[in-house]
């Protein structure tokens, strides 16, 4: 069963690519052209929200750096200790907004420090796949899109992601 899989995965994407192609050949695309326009475009949208993305990510090591995460840790930890997140998980949850490789490297030090299978580890775990990166999405997005008003664009995201820490916590509460 293993090697059919591993056979199905080899041919999946070529296989997409051929039926594409094949699709735009019998609709009488330009099949080469039109990537060609897709690419080019594509470069003027990383052009365009390079800048963000590369202020989002020294914001966020530079606050990383400063050890102001590490203290709202250890101030907000009484608090955060009574609903089930553990203090070491507070820089986790602010970074996780602005940025996920940043949060992964948190991941990786959590891992090391409490190890992958510990309640902290399994929040860790269930926890960035229950939240999403709000503002790095909401600048990426809406900068390539020329978005200006966002109306409760962030009020939505910050909830939604108030609701997947609270089902984190449950979930792994449950499971632990």
Same mark, same amino acid.
């Given at each position: 069963?293993?090697?059919?899989?591993?056979?199905?995965?080899?041919?999946?994407?070529?296989?997409?690519?051929?039926?594409?192609?094949?699709?735009?050949?019998?609709?009488?695309?330009?099949?080469?052209?039109?990537?060609?326009?897709?690419?080019?475009?594509?470069?003027?949208?990383?052009?365009?929200?390079?800048?963000?993305?590369?202020?989002?990510?020294?914001?966020?090591?530079v606050l990383r750096?400063?050890?102001?995460?590490?203290?709202?840790?250890?101030?907000?930890?009484?608090?955060?200790?009574?609903?089930?997140?553990?203090?070491?998980?507070?820089?986790?949850?602010?970074?996780?907004?602005?940025?996920?490789?940043?949060?992964?490297?948190?991941? @990786?030090?959590?891992?090391? &420090?409490?190890?992958?299978?510990?309640?902290? *580890?399994? !929040?860790? +775990?269930? %926890?960035?796949?229950?939240?999403?990166?709000?503002?790095?999405?909401?600048?990426?997005?809406? @900068?390539?899109?020329?978005? &200006?008003?966002?109306?409760?664009?962030?009020? *939505?995201? !910050?909830? +939604?992601? %108030?609701?997947?820490?609270?089902?984190?916590?449950?979930?792994?509460?449950?499971i632990f």
């Open positions: 069963m293993n090697n059919i899989l591993t056979y199905m995965s080899d041919i999946f994407i070529p296989a997409i690519i051929f039926l594409v192609v094949g699709f735009g050949v019998i609709s009488k695309v330009k099949v080469y052209e039109t990537f060609l326009k897709g690419g080019r475009d594509g470069l003027k949208v990383v052009v365009e929200i390079l800048p963000t993305l590369i202020g989002l990510m020294v914001a966020v090591g750096a400063s050890g102001l995460f590490d203290m709202l840790g250890v101030i907000l930890r009484p608090i955060t200790d009574k609903v089930g997140i553990p203090g070491q998980m507070i820089p986790l949850l602010i970074v996780k907004m602005f940025s996920s490789s940043a949060a992964t490297g948190l991941v @990786l030090d959590i891992f090391r &420090t409490n190890g992958p299978d510990s309640y902290v *580890g399994l !929040l860790t +775990s269930i %926890l960035m796949s229950c939240t999403e990166t709000i503002f790095y999405t909401m600048s990426v997005y809406f @900068l390539a899109a020329k978005v &200006t008003k966002t109306r409760y664009t962030l009020t *939505g995201a !910050l909830l +939604s992601t %108030l609701v997947g820490t609270v089902a984190s916590i449950l979930l792994t509460k449950y």
